[in-house]
Structure formats: structure tokens, C-alpha cells
């Protein structure tokens, strides 16, 4: 299948014809005796959103900090962008902590900051701007996730749930990454703040070429933004795939998952062979 996304072959490794810009290898992280992730594999690719779920407490966020090295691991290798983080030096590190944005499940902003002064946090820390430059930039990132511009001297109290997403997000654009973590953005949103978020990341992706890692509990999303899905489960990345794939997977929480109650309201029939197939062959 041809594919129009930018291509950067030097700094990325190829799989098949796409450049993987995230790739966990055996990855095993562990709190004492308890392993929470147990040599798991997971690959993104250049200009996809990818949607990762599993059940509460499965260790998404945890696979989240440890590949930004929030978190140790016990062992196995984490390339982004091309990039090893252990074979780095400090200024090199510091150069690709700044092509990744975060936006993090909890503590989003900080609360003695308005949100330009919280846009500029990383500004802060990784670049030295005259500070006009870096409220011309401030302005533009909330221009961009959609907030009034009179939301730039506004604290995070005076914020709906929604502007407190899009602000946080705006953050985590602030140094123009290349690939974005969001863990579970749209929780804690109605349907409608949470399908307006959606369309907002899918918008950012196309205008500004970013590849986008999202934790999601949010069926809507992964049927309506995420071009793949990666399910975790049992330690490791279960499966991987399109949606149909998920529909087609022979596990309990999977298929409980993408076929439950819930899941019937919103998968499109005619995009569901497999979920027919199945129903079929039980007849
Ligand atoms: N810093 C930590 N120390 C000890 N255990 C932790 C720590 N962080 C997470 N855990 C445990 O790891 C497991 C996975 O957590 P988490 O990644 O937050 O789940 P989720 O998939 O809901 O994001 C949970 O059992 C959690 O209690
Ligand atoms: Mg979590």
C-alpha cells in the first residue's frame, strides 16, 4: 500500500515499508517481586495514531513511563525515533526528550501556572527565548488545540475539564514534537468534549505529521481516530492490529472488550466482517 507519510530512513529503522518510530523490545518492568510487564513487544509507526488499551491497572501507564524513562526497567531495549536512550549522552537526550510530547493521566497542568505560563514550561526548560518569542509561541499553541485566546492567562481552576485537556495538550506541542504520549486524554470528558478531543488529535496528526501513542478506555476513540489498536494483556502487547483484527481475536477480555454491549452501538456493521463471521458461524 503506498503511503504518503514523510519518510526519515536515516534515523529510523524500516518494517516492511514503514518507518517504526517506537520499538519495545522484551521489555520487563517489575516492583520488587511483582512484574507488571513481562518481555513485551510493541512497535509504532511513523504518522499512525495508535490506540492501546487493556483492563485497569494492566500496566499502560506504566509501559508509558518507562519507555520515558520515568521508570526502570528490568530489562529488554526501547528505540525512538531511531535512538537508544542508554547509548546517549546527556545533550543527546535532552535533544530527543524534546521531539517527544507528553500529556500525562494525571497532574495535566500545574495549578499555580496559567496556561501560557504552563505552555511554557518546556520552553523553559530546554530552550533559551527572549520571553516575547515565547509568548507569540504560547499563543499559537492555543490557537492550535482550539482555545480562546483569553484562555492564556487563565489557571487551570477556571477551566472547564475540556480547555483543561486542550491546554495540556497545547504543552505537550510546545516544543513541536514529533511523537506524542497521551495517556487516556479524553477521560473524564462527556462524549461530545470527548469526540470534539478526538478530532482534534486526528487534525493535528494530518497538518502537523505528528505520530500519536494514546492509552484510551474509550471505544469511541479507538473506532474513530486510531488507526491501529494494540491491546495489552498478560504482561505483554496481545495483540496488534486493525479493529477487525481485535474483533477476530479469540480472547475473553477481547472480545468482551470490542464486542460487549457497548461496543455493539458503535461498530459499523458493514465494517464488521469478522464480528459477522463469527455471528454467523454460531448459528
Ligand atoms: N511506582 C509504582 N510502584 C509500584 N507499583 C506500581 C507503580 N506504578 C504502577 N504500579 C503498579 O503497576 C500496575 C500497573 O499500573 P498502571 O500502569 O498504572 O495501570 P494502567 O494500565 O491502569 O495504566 C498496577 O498494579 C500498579 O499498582
Ligand atoms: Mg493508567
Not at 513487544?41 to 491497572?57: C, P, W
Not at 518546556?122 to 480562546?148: C, N, T, W
Amino acid at each position: 500500500m503506498a503511503d504518503d507519510v514523510d519518510q526519515q530512513p536515516i534515523e529510523t529503522s524500516k518494517n516492511g515499508n514503514r518507518d517504526v518510530v517506537l520499538s519495545a523490545r522484551d521489555v520487563t518492568v517489575a516492583f520488587g517481586p511483582k512484574v507488571v510487564l513481562d518481555k513485551l513487544n510493541l512497535d509504532i509507526y511513523r504518522g499512525e495514531i495508535l490506540g492501546f488499551v487493556g483492563a485497569s491497572g494492566t500496566g499502560k501507564s506504566v509501559l508509558m513511563r518507562t519507555v520515558l524513562r520515568l521508570l526502570p526497567r528490568r530489562s529488554g531495549t526501547i528505540k525512538i525515533l531511531g535512538q537508544d536512550f542508554d547509548e546517549l549522552d546527556e545533550p543527546e537526550r535532552n535533544a530527543l526528550d524534546m521531539r517527544l510530547g507528553v500529556l500525562f493521566q494525571q497532574g495535566a497542568l500545574f495549578s499555580s501556572l496559567t496556561v501560557k505560563e504552563n505552555i511554557q514550561v518546556p520552553m523553559r526548560e530546554y530552550l533559551d527565548l527572549p520571553a516575547s518569542l515565547m509568548d507569540e509561541l504560547a499563543h499559537l499553541k492555543i490557537r492550535m488545540v482550539g482555545l480562546a485566546a483569553d484562555a492564556a492567562d487563565k489557571y487551570p481552576s477556571e477551566l472547564s475539564g475540556g480547555m483543561i485537556k486542550r491546554a495540556a495538550l497545547a504543552r505537550a506541542l510546545a516544543l513541536d514534537p514529533e511523537l506524542v504520549f497521551l495517556d487516556e486524554p479524553t477521560s473524564g470528558l462527556d462524549p461530545i468534549g470527548a469526540a470534539e478531543f478526538d478530532e482534534l488529535i486526528a487534525n493535528l496528526r494530518d497538518s502537523l505529521g505528528l505520530t500519536v501513542y494514546m492509552v484510551t478506555h474509550d471505544l469511541d476513540s479507538l473506532f474513530s481516530v486510531c488507526d491501529r489498536i494494540a491491546v495489552l494483556g498478560k504482561k505483554r502487547v496481545m495483540v496488534e492490529g486493525t479493529i477487525d483484527d481485535m474483533l477476530a481475536y479469540d480472547d475473553p477480555w477481547v472480545q468482551a472488550y470490542f464486542k460487549g454491549k457497548r461496543a455493539r452501538s458503535i461498530v459499523p456493521q458493514d465494517d464488521a466482517p469478522a464480528a459477522r463471521a463469527q455471528h454467523d458461524s454460531g448459528k
